[in-house]
């Protein structure tokens, strides 16, 4: 007992709890920087760290992480948030490629008209579409839309819930389709996963000239303190680098950028499997995740402003990035 207060008691708790985050976040960067490079392979990174080359490559390695979205695809389904509609217009604006107006009928926002032949279409590809949460969004609009994902247990859900867009096996680095054969590229809560330059030069290959590249990703608003909680917990092993404002660069015009706030409103139930879907909850060693998980279950069960509730309410910021390929199109 002595010791215990010797130790500091709970404050002391908190103190060494905030040491061992910030040494985990300097444990994360250091192994990032070694690994991109390649100064120590990860046999080399396990044995520092006391575990398997298998234990810290399924931990830290972003490829690993990339892949991980599969064994929770039902879980990311359920937990995910769509993208606010005003976002989603602004990436595909509707009437610059003649949706919106055929002889002066406007479409309306869930129908197309029936004169609307596919070849007047909006052709527009979602990039490691996942389950589809922005193909659905793009379908409900008119557009004609084909989706490129990798994993086959993502494609299953997309197929399943967004049965009128075309589902490809593809990454973004080597995209399944013909030059020139989409108007708009979009990319959804994944470009930080790509090869951006690869990625960069497919998207370019794949638009007609003037066509637009169009990036998006949900943050969660930290300015809520629960919310500021729940992300301390989510990130206690590690932080995760996403870079929302990328530069892209020639062969694409100056970006635009457009910030939307808008609120989730989901369960108990889906927060948990939002919570589980994340790819670095994933690939967490079992008891980690389980640990982690508990965590969460106890904020629901704690905090003021979520005890009891069986809806919660999760603030979001949408960071958009918009760019036009050059009228030369690809150089
Ligand atoms: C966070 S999820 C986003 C899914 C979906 N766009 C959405 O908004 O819900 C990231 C997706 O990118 C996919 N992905 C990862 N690396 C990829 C790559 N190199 N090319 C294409 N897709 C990739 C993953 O399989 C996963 O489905």
């Known amino acids: 007992m002595a010791d215990i207060v010797g130790a500091g008691g709970i404050d002391g708790l908190a103190r060494v709890t905030k040491v061992l985050t910030a040494l985990e ?8 920087q070694l690994r991109s490079q390649r100064l120590a392979s990860w046999d080399e990174i396990g044995q520092a760290c006391g575990m398997t080359r298998q234990g810290a490559s399924r931990r830290w390695s972003q490829e690993a992480q990339a892949t991980s979205f599969g064994d929770a695809a039902a879980a990311y389904q359920q937990g995910r948030p769509p993208y606010p509609a005003s976002a ?3 990436l595909v604006p509707a009437n610059e490629h003649g949706l919106q107006d055929f002889g002066g009928r406007a479409a309306s926002r869930n129908r197309v008209p029936e004169a609307v032949s596919a070849a007047q279409r909006t052709r527009v590809l979602d990039l490691g579409a996942g389950t589809g949460k922005l193909s659905r969004l793009l379908v409900d609009r008119g557009f004609e839309v084909t989706a490129v994902e990798p994993l086959a247990e993502m494609r299953e859900q997309l197929a399943a819930s967004v049965p009128q867009a075309v589902v490809l096996d593809g990454t973004a680095e080597q995209i399944p389709v013909a030059d020139g054969s989409f108007d708009v590229v979009v990319v959804a809560q994944a470009w930080h996963w790509f090869d951006a330059a690869k990625a960069l030069r497919e998207a370019a290959r794949v638009l007609v000239p003037g066509g637009t590249l169009g990036l998006v990703w949900n943050v969660r608003d930290q300015s809520e303190p629960w919310v500021a909680e729940l992300d301390r917990i989510l990130h206690q092993h590690g932080p995760q680098v996403m870079d ?8 694409f015009e100056q970006a635009e950028r457009l910030e939307v706030r808008w609120e989730h409103q989901l369960t108990r139930a ?16 079992e008891t980690e995740r389980t640990e982690l998980l508990n965590q969460v279950t106890e904020l629901l069960d704690s905090h003021l402003d979520l005890r009891g509730r069986k809806h919660l309410t999760m603030p979001y910021l949408t960071h958009c990035t918009r760019a036009r390929l050059s009228e030369a199109g690809e150089s």
């Open 244 to 251: 929302t404002h990328p530069d892209l660069g020639a062969p």
């Open 270 to 285: 889906d927060l948990l499997a939002m919570v589980a879907s994340r790819s670095y909850v994933i690939t967490l060693p």
């Open 25 to 32: 976040a300097e444990r994360a960067e250091l192994i990032q």
């Open 88 to 90: 989603v217009d602004w």
